[in-house]
């Protein structure tokens, strides 16, 4: 066979590393075309939740090509999108009153950023400051890129990225994050700063998923967001990772009592199955947007906006969650993760072990430290010989497993983990 044609994410094809088929999954594996079973450690780069092939959504998919493959939604709609929109509305705080559809993480933050920059324009207060918090990740795109950390993932397009104002990330009891917070919300009631009042603040509520599985309080969040209603700064909750259960809570805002302004959901929205993501604002969002003037239409839209096939695997995956005891199978990973790190934590060379609700993580000690180090391929390439899909961020090591995974399965990544340790040294 002819070498591919396809340019894979996020990997270096220079380095010649081998990239494996996959022919079919079930559950909490990966089936190779060799036949080889593989553990998916990481629920497929955080999507799968139920486990891989749900057969609800499985089959609601099947059931909804029968029916409407794709039309387009601005000033049409289909049951499918409707049902989303109802069933999300009735699980999520009664503030949240409006949702708005796209197709990735990327894109459902970008409407968020275009939302809160629309809000204060409607408003007459066209504010244009956006805040965000040290190490975060907010996606790909242009406007993405801009309020996520500087660094490898986006260096070569920084002439194109906008200026944001970044809070530390919280240390201790988030007291650095708290203080500059404030100061960047009232640093304009002088006229002290140029750019006026900041129009919102984003974050990933409790965990920053790539920038190194990063942990911090929910006390720190909840001070966040009674600093931003108090200096009328809006807040958006990046829940693109850690909706869905990821946490230990349906929405980690839950453990912090917090309510968004505007919230971001993709990734488990569909169970992993495909690519949906939503943007669900509070009513003045939308109020603002609302006119019989055309001009202050809300312009953000993709070809395939709110697919119906996609929103039919969302509609039986918040049918699962209703249905099935979704919460309690969190509580059981939960549990089991805690005991894999405590059975992690003795080894040489491990750092920081933690968990939040069914994701691990720890730091290897390295000599070079941050997402580039030369300790990822090698401990990635371990844990791919080994039938254990793990992807280390830099020297950050982490677990994120489906919550269908038995105890077997992640005795099984905990034995290949210790393995690897004691082979591949800094």
């Not at 965990?207 to 190194?212: E, I, P, R, T, Y």
């Not at 933690?354 to 070079?368: L, Q, S």
Request: proline share 6%.
């Amino acid at each position: 066979m002819s070498a591919s044609p396809v340019w894979h994410p996020f990997w270096q094809h220079g380095l010649g590393e081998p990239i494996p088929m996959v022919a079919r999954a079930q559950g909490a594996a990966l089936f190779l075309e060799d036949g080889r079973r593989v553990i998916d450690g990481i629920s497929s780069w955080w999507v799968t939740t139920h486990g891989h092939n749900h057969p609800r959504i499985m089959a609601a998919i099947r059931e909804q090509t029968e029916k409407l493959d794709q039309v387009i939604f601005a000033g049409w709609t289909h049951e499918p999108a409707e049902q989303v929109a109802r069933g999300l509305i009735s699980m999520l705080p009664e503030e949240l009153t409006r949702v708005f559809f796209s197709d990735s993480g990327s894109t459902c933050v970008e409407v968020a950023l275009k939302m809160a920059l629309g809000f204060w324009a409607h408003r007459g207060e066209p504010r244009h400051r956006i805040l965000v918090l040290e190490h975060s990740y907010h996606g790909d795109t242009i406007g993405t890129m801009s309020v996520g950390e500087r660094g490898v993932y986006n260096a070569a397009y920084g002439k194109l990225l906008f200026d944001v104002e970044t809070i530390p990330f919280p240390t201790g009891v988030g007291t650095n994050t708290l203080a500059a917070l404030e100061a960047a919300c009232a640093n304009h009631a002088d006229g002290s700063h140029e750019g006026g009042p900041p129009a919102a603040l984003i974050v990933e509520p409790l965990v920053l998923g790539a920038g190194g599985m990063l942990f911090y309080p929910p006390a720190v969040l909840t001070a966040m967001a009674e600093i931003c209603r108090r200096h009328g700064v809006l807040l958006i909750a990046d829940e693109v990772m850690t909706g869905f259960g990821r946490t230990g809570t349906m929405l980690a805002c839950e453990q912090a009592g917090v309510v968004p302004d505007i919230l971001c959901l993709a990734k488990g929205l569909t169970g992993g199955s495909m690519p949906l993501a939503v943007t669900v604002a509070q009513e003045p969002i939308f109020a603002a947007h609302w006119s019989t003037d055309r001009a202050r239409t809300f312009y953000h839209s993709s070809s395939y906006t709110a697919n119906p096939i996609a929103c039919a695997a969302a509609v039986a995956n918040l049918a699962i969650w209703r249905e099935e005891p979704v919460q309690a199978r969190i509580a059981t990973l939960a549990t089991r993760q805690q005991a894999l790190m405590a059975r992690l934590a003795p080894l040489p060379g491990v750092r920081a072990p933690r968990t939040c609700g069914t994701i691990a993580a720890f730091d290897v000690e390295a000599t070079d430290g941050g997402y580039l180090s030369n300790l990822a391929p090698r401990l990635m390439n371990y844990f791919r010989d080994a039938g254990v899909l793990l992807r280390p961020l830099g020297n950050t090591v982490y677990v994120l497993p489906p919550y269908c995974i038995d105890e077997t399965d992640l005795a099984r990544i905990g034995d290949v983990i210790e393995e690897a340790l004691a082979t591949i040294k800094s």
